[in-house]
Protein backbone atom coordinates (compact mmCIF):
# COMPACT_ATOMS: atom_id res chain seq x y z
CA UNK A 1 0.00 0.00 0.00
CA UNK A 2 1.23 3.49 -1.06
CA UNK A 3 1.96 6.15 1.78
CA UNK A 4 4.55 7.81 3.67
CA UNK A 5 7.11 6.92 6.50
CA UNK A 6 8.41 9.22 9.04
CA UNK A 7 11.60 8.00 10.97
CA UNK A 8 12.59 7.58 13.25
CA UNK A 9 9.18 7.82 15.81
CA UNK A 10 11.32 9.62 18.41
CA UNK A 11 14.54 11.38 18.42
CA UNK A 12 16.38 13.13 20.95
CA UNK A 13 18.98 15.60 20.30
CA UNK A 14 21.75 17.38 22.39
CA UNK A 15 22.18 20.95 22.47
CA UNK A 16 24.26 22.51 19.68
CA UNK A 17 23.69 18.94 17.45
CA UNK A 18 22.00 18.68 14.02
CA UNK A 19 20.09 15.82 13.74
CA UNK A 20 18.08 15.12 10.48
CA UNK A 21 14.35 13.27 10.54
CA UNK A 22 13.45 11.55 7.38
CA UNK A 23 10.53 11.09 4.95
CA UNK A 24 9.97 8.75 2.06
CA UNK A 25 6.57 8.55 0.16
CA UNK A 26 5.77 5.72 -2.53
CA UNK A 27 2.27 7.74 -3.69
CA UNK A 28 3.77 9.48 -6.65
CA UNK A 29 2.99 12.54 -5.15
CA UNK A 30 4.87 15.67 -6.60
CA UNK A 31 4.43 17.86 -3.60
CA UNK A 32 6.00 17.72 -0.08
CA UNK A 33 6.21 19.45 3.27
CA UNK A 34 7.35 19.69 6.55
CA UNK A 35 5.15 20.87 9.56
CA UNK A 36 5.69 21.59 13.45
CA UNK A 37 2.66 20.57 15.73
CA UNK A 38 2.98 22.66 19.43
CA UNK A 39 0.78 21.87 21.62
CA UNK A 40 -2.25 24.13 21.67
CA UNK A 41 -1.07 25.47 17.88
CA UNK A 42 -1.84 24.83 14.38
CA UNK A 43 0.40 23.22 12.49
CA UNK A 44 2.80 25.94 11.10
CA UNK A 45 4.61 25.22 7.88
CA UNK A 46 8.57 24.53 7.64
CA UNK A 47 9.53 24.20 4.19
CA UNK A 48 7.70 22.56 0.98
CA UNK A 49 8.60 21.66 -2.25
CA UNK A 50 6.85 21.21 -5.19
CA UNK A 51 9.39 19.15 -7.46
CA UNK A 52 12.73 17.41 -7.35
CA UNK A 53 15.50 20.47 -6.63
CA UNK A 54 13.53 22.98 -5.63
CA UNK A 55 11.88 23.65 -2.59
CA UNK A 56 10.87 26.64 -0.74
CA UNK A 57 10.69 28.22 2.89
CA UNK A 58 7.18 28.14 5.05
CA UNK A 59 6.41 30.38 7.90
CA UNK A 60 9.01 29.44 10.46
CA UNK A 61 12.06 28.26 8.12
CA UNK A 62 14.67 29.57 10.34
CA UNK A 63 17.21 26.78 11.82
CA UNK A 64 15.72 24.21 9.60
CA UNK A 65 17.09 23.00 6.11
CA UNK A 66 16.08 20.43 3.49
CA UNK A 67 16.68 19.07 0.25
CA UNK A 68 14.49 17.34 -2.58
CA UNK A 69 17.05 15.15 -4.72
CA UNK A 70 14.49 12.42 -5.18
CA UNK A 71 10.84 12.76 -5.65
CA UNK A 72 10.10 9.96 -3.07
CA UNK A 73 12.20 11.65 -0.46
CA UNK A 74 12.58 14.80 1.66
CA UNK A 75 14.67 14.91 4.95
CA UNK A 76 14.22 17.72 7.15
CA UNK A 77 17.36 19.12 8.93
CA UNK A 78 17.12 20.74 12.61
CA UNK A 79 20.44 22.43 12.94
CA UNK A 80 21.80 23.84 15.95
CA UNK A 81 20.64 27.39 14.92
CA UNK A 82 16.72 26.45 15.79
CA UNK A 83 16.42 27.67 19.21
CA UNK A 84 13.91 25.84 20.44
CA UNK A 85 13.55 22.52 18.28
CA UNK A 86 11.15 20.14 20.72
CA UNK A 87 8.29 19.47 18.98
CA UNK A 88 5.80 16.80 17.04
CA UNK A 89 6.99 17.03 13.33
CA UNK A 90 4.82 16.24 10.28
CA UNK A 91 5.73 14.86 7.14
CA UNK A 92 2.97 15.23 4.14
CA UNK A 93 2.67 14.78 0.41
CA UNK A 94 -0.13 15.91 -1.93
CA UNK A 95 -1.22 16.54 -5.97
CA UNK A 96 -0.30 20.06 -6.21
CA UNK A 97 -2.84 22.80 -7.99
CA UNK A 98 -6.79 23.06 -7.95
CA UNK A 99 -9.03 19.88 -8.49
CA UNK A 100 -7.75 17.15 -6.09
CA UNK A 101 -10.24 15.74 -4.05
CA UNK A 102 -7.58 13.70 -1.42
CA UNK A 103 -5.90 16.47 0.43
CA UNK A 104 -2.81 15.83 2.10
CA UNK A 105 -1.35 12.55 3.28
CA UNK A 106 0.44 12.54 6.29
CA UNK A 107 3.26 10.43 8.05
CA UNK A 108 2.90 8.89 11.45
CA UNK A 109 5.27 12.13 12.71
CA UNK A 110 8.53 12.00 14.55
CA UNK A 111 8.63 13.40 17.93
CA UNK A 112 12.00 15.50 18.58
CA UNK A 113 13.20 15.99 21.93
CA UNK A 114 16.04 18.26 23.32
CA UNK A 115 18.13 16.71 26.55
CA UNK B 1 -1.92 37.03 6.80
CA UNK B 2 -4.26 34.11 6.92
CA UNK B 3 -6.08 33.50 9.90
CA UNK B 4 -8.44 30.41 11.24
CA UNK B 5 -9.87 30.03 13.77
CA UNK B 6 -11.96 27.03 15.59
CA UNK B 7 -14.71 27.69 17.31
CA UNK B 8 -13.34 26.30 21.06
CA UNK B 9 -10.57 24.33 21.91
CA UNK B 10 -12.92 21.13 23.21
CA UNK B 11 -16.47 19.84 23.06
CA UNK B 12 -17.94 17.05 24.88
CA UNK B 13 -21.06 15.58 23.71
CA UNK B 14 -23.39 12.31 24.54
CA UNK B 15 -22.93 9.30 21.87
CA UNK B 16 -26.21 9.64 19.58
CA UNK B 17 -25.88 13.54 19.27
CA UNK B 18 -24.82 15.31 16.48
CA UNK B 19 -21.85 16.75 17.10
CA UNK B 20 -20.96 20.56 15.28
CA UNK B 21 -17.63 22.25 14.60
CA UNK B 22 -17.06 25.90 13.83
CA UNK B 23 -14.26 26.96 11.48
CA UNK B 24 -13.76 30.47 11.01
CA UNK B 25 -11.56 32.57 8.88
CA UNK B 26 -10.39 36.23 7.83
CA UNK B 27 -8.58 37.93 4.97
CA UNK B 28 -8.33 35.95 1.83
CA UNK B 29 -11.08 33.70 0.33
CA UNK B 30 -10.21 30.05 0.28
CA UNK B 31 -11.22 28.14 -3.19
CA UNK B 32 -10.95 25.02 -0.84
CA UNK B 33 -11.59 24.07 2.96
CA UNK B 34 -10.30 20.85 4.13
CA UNK B 35 -10.94 18.98 7.14
CA UNK B 36 -8.67 16.78 8.76
CA UNK B 37 -9.48 13.92 11.84
CA UNK B 38 -5.93 13.85 13.89
CA UNK B 39 -5.52 10.70 16.45
CA UNK B 40 -3.20 11.86 20.30
CA UNK B 41 0.64 11.03 19.10
CA UNK B 42 -0.70 10.59 15.05
CA UNK B 43 -0.05 12.54 11.71
CA UNK B 44 -3.52 14.07 10.93
CA UNK B 45 -6.16 12.07 8.36
CA UNK B 46 -7.80 13.87 5.25
CA UNK B 47 -11.54 13.29 5.49
CA UNK B 48 -13.16 15.77 3.37
CA UNK B 49 -12.42 18.72 1.19
CA UNK B 50 -15.51 21.54 0.03
CA UNK B 51 -14.90 23.99 -2.79
CA UNK B 52 -15.95 27.75 -2.59
CA UNK B 53 -18.63 26.46 -5.36
CA UNK B 54 -20.34 24.14 -3.09
CA UNK B 55 -22.71 24.71 0.17
CA UNK B 56 -22.45 21.74 1.27
CA UNK B 57 -20.79 18.15 0.71
CA UNK B 58 -21.40 14.59 2.72
CA UNK B 59 -19.41 11.68 3.44
CA UNK B 60 -21.28 8.74 5.08
CA UNK B 61 -22.05 10.54 9.32
CA UNK B 62 -19.73 13.12 7.94
CA UNK B 63 -21.69 16.80 6.95
CA UNK B 64 -19.23 19.66 6.13
CA UNK B 65 -20.98 23.43 5.06
CA UNK B 66 -19.14 26.49 3.69
CA UNK B 67 -20.74 29.66 3.80
CA UNK B 68 -18.32 32.36 2.18
CA UNK B 69 -20.23 35.14 2.98
CA UNK B 70 -20.26 34.57 6.75
CA UNK B 71 -16.28 32.73 5.98
CA UNK B 72 -17.04 29.62 7.98
CA UNK B 73 -17.19 26.45 7.66
CA UNK B 74 -19.33 23.91 9.64
CA UNK B 75 -18.19 19.89 10.04
CA UNK B 76 -21.26 17.69 11.26
CA UNK B 77 -20.69 14.47 12.95
CA UNK B 78 -24.22 12.52 13.33
CA UNK B 79 -25.10 9.82 15.36
CA UNK B 80 -21.78 10.53 17.52
CA UNK B 81 -19.86 7.27 18.77
CA UNK B 82 -16.87 6.99 21.21
CA UNK B 83 -15.06 5.96 18.55
CA UNK B 84 -15.17 9.74 16.91
CA UNK B 85 -13.50 10.86 20.01
CA UNK B 86 -10.36 13.11 18.09
CA UNK B 87 -9.02 16.22 17.80
CA UNK B 88 -10.33 17.82 14.09
CA UNK B 89 -8.52 20.01 12.31
CA UNK B 90 -9.74 22.59 9.80
CA UNK B 91 -7.55 23.87 6.19
CA UNK B 92 -7.98 26.16 3.78
CA UNK B 93 -6.33 25.98 0.24
CA UNK B 94 -6.02 29.14 -1.38
CA UNK B 95 -6.11 27.71 -4.47
CA UNK B 96 -2.48 28.88 -5.83
CA UNK B 97 -0.39 26.79 -7.74
CA UNK B 98 1.57 26.18 -4.74
CA UNK B 99 -0.79 24.07 -3.06
CA UNK B 100 -0.02 24.73 0.56
CA UNK B 101 -2.53 24.71 3.48
CA UNK B 102 -3.42 26.97 6.36
CA UNK B 103 -4.70 25.01 9.46
CA UNK B 104 -5.91 25.75 12.35
CA UNK B 105 -5.35 24.68 16.34
CA UNK B 106 -8.16 21.79 16.33
CA UNK B 107 -11.20 21.46 18.28
CA UNK B 108 -10.69 17.96 20.70
CA UNK B 109 -13.97 16.09 20.07
CA UNK B 110 -14.65 13.94 23.44
CA UNK B 111 -17.97 11.50 22.68
CA UNK B 112 -19.08 9.40 25.84
CA UNK B 113 -21.02 6.93 26.43
Known amino acids: DGGITQSPKYLFRKEGQNVTLSCEQNLNHDAMYWYRQDPGQGLRLIYY???????QKGDIAEGYSVSREKKESFPLTVTSAQKNPTAFYLC??????????????FGSGTRLTVV | SQKIEQNSEALNIQEGKTATLTCNYTNYSPAYLQWYRQDPGRGPVFLLLIRENEKEKRKERLKVTFDTTLKQSLFHITASQPADSATYLCALDRGSTLGRLYFGRGTQLTVWP
Open chain 1, 92 to 105: ASSIPNAGSNYGYT
Open chain 1, 49 to 55: SQIVNDF
